[in-house]
């Protein structure tokens, strides 16, 4: 007995070896994005990155394309050199990086959408919002709260193909269609910045003498196009709608002032999803291809339940 329990210990921890070494295996992601300027893009990594943290062993590399395709395409081909095992990507257009999409297949790393969907399907999970369905809801709160009759000026981001900010547009312009609202489309792109929602706004007050409200296709051109109008003391006369849920927002709308509604997209929430799907295709489990989040509509009954003031975004 004495020479034999030795020799069967020593046999047992070889065995568990191997097991406690995969156990201790550190599972990394790649996450690319398509930008780091926007603040949502920000906040998309920075959630996911919270995602990674939340889980042992698991880590992600972050690629910031800067806004170039070219430099998307050169990420993507590193994270894979570097053999990461999943890649999480919120970029656009995803349908102009062939060869890089390519690579991934060929490598069989599957591949988690955030935000934006490729066209073309070649990926296996996508988590997003309905921007149609969400800017539909908007719409309705838009037209009840206009009573039906007034200038809608609608700002968009741009640029003319963009399929986001044209179902936004298009979801809004359904639910007002057959009332006595009449929509006025900026001439001029917003860029989806603040700085365009200014510009573009102030254009927009100088040429037109009536405006009774504003819709803009993201929540920055809209705060934008807030300060324009107070600039203008006009903040009396018009209200706005935005599209996002960006935490200024929800703080302006949470506060009763002139920024009535904006229509649901976290980056948080759409994170958790993806990441969570992400870690089931890497498990060998299935998911489905595509998950849309819940429609919310953010207004002034709702708007401090759904505000984090720790929010990057």
Known sequence: MTTRRPLLFAGLAALAAPAARAQQRTTTIGVV?????????????RALEAEAAKRPNTRVIVADG???????????????????DGLIMNISPLESLPGPMAAIRRARKPVVLVNRRLTGGEYDAWVGVD???TAEGVGEVIARHMQGRGVLVMMRGGPEDNSTGNARR???LAKIQGTGIQPLIAPEFGRWTEDGGIRVMEDMLAKHRRIDAVFCENDSMCLGAQK????????NEIVLFGFDGQKAAIEQIARGTNYVGSGQNSPAVIA???FDKMMTLLAGGQVPKDTITPVVVITR????????PNSVF
Not at 69 to 80: G, H, N, P, R, T
């Open 33 to 45: 994005t398509l930008q780091m300027r926007a603040p949502y893009f920000v906040a998309m990594v």
């Open 66 to 84: 800067g806004g170039d395709a070219a430099k998307v395409s050169s990420d993507i081909e590193d994270l894979l050199a570097r053999n990461v």
């Open 131 to 133: 921007n149609r369905a």
């Open 170 to 172: 298009d979801g809004v």
């Open 228 to 235: 324009a109008i107070a600039d203008a003391g006009r903040t």
């Open 272 to 274: 958790r999803i993806g």
């Open 301 to 308: 009954e709702n708007a401090a339940s759904l505000l984090d």
